[in-house]
């Protein structure tokens, strides 16, 4: 049975995560951040929000703990250049001389080349060590992984949706990603922006779901290395840690997950839809 509380390596980076990563949006204290690192996650994202309290985590971590940390920056840039000042601006404000991975983020069609080369300077300059890339755009990550299988791609780590509600992924992407010398896989929203945890958003007679259980549900997707939590204080972090404790689903959870996560998606449409929603299948809902 898979051990959630095993570290996993993230491609061909050398790097081994913790399975939980920590979002930086959602304002958990610094303190909740560092005790968190004390049980075991080391991987850290300062992602859509740049939050002071996980900038100054970031910083108090590094001067004792740099090589046992994972850290992520990400770029919403839409032009190459603009990634510079980006990244150098985030590590003046982390107190850091490198980022781990700089992660351009919601990405519907290939990069340009202009990005890779922006990287590649970053990179000389010592500044970030390795590229990854986030997309909504599920047909898309196989082709890139089919790059990376070639030793074509410069991404080392793909980042993307899954959760009990949005399951196109166990069709579209998680068939598709190399058996061998894989690439690393990171899923967010495992709530699905706490969608599951609503007691007005679950089907007649059902009880939400525990934030640890949405966790679980993803964590157990074989193809899935990281699952980033967002928690806003210490419970919420807890709740999320726990997640790694109790360890997979048993199948009699993942049928009642799977049942709310289809009436959720009939009911809440999200406000942005993944392509290759139209022809999902993995809820229930096939397409004509």
Known sequence: MTNFLEKRELGRTGLRSSRLGIGSSFGAPTHVIEEAFERGINYLYWGTIRRPAFGRALRNLAKRHRDELILTVQSYSRSPRLMLPSVEIALRRAGLEYFDFLLLGARGDVPADGYAEIFERLREQGKVRFLSISSHNRPLLPKLFDAYQQGQSPYELFMLRYNAVHRGA???????????????????????????????????????????????????????????????????????????????????????????????????????????????????????
Request: include cysteine.
């Open 170 to 288: 166990e069709n579209d992407v998680f068939p598709f990603v190399p058996a061998q010398g894989r690439p690393g896989i990171v899923a967010y929203t495992a709530t699905r922006w706490g969608h599951l945890l609503d007691p007005a958003k679950m089907p007649p007679g059902e009880t939400p779901l525990a934030a640890r259980d949405c966790y679980r549900f993803a964590l157990s997707q074989p193809a899935v290395d990281v699952v980033l939590c967002g928690p806003g204080n210490a419970e919420q972090m807890s709740e999320a840690i726990s997640a790694l404790e109790r360890g997979p689903l048993e199948p009699e959870e993942r049928e009642r997950i799977e049942r709310i996560g289809d009436h959720v998606y009939g009911k809440y449409k999200p406000q942005f839809a993944d392509a290759g929603d139209a022809k999902d299948v993995s809820a229930g809902r096939a397409a004509n």
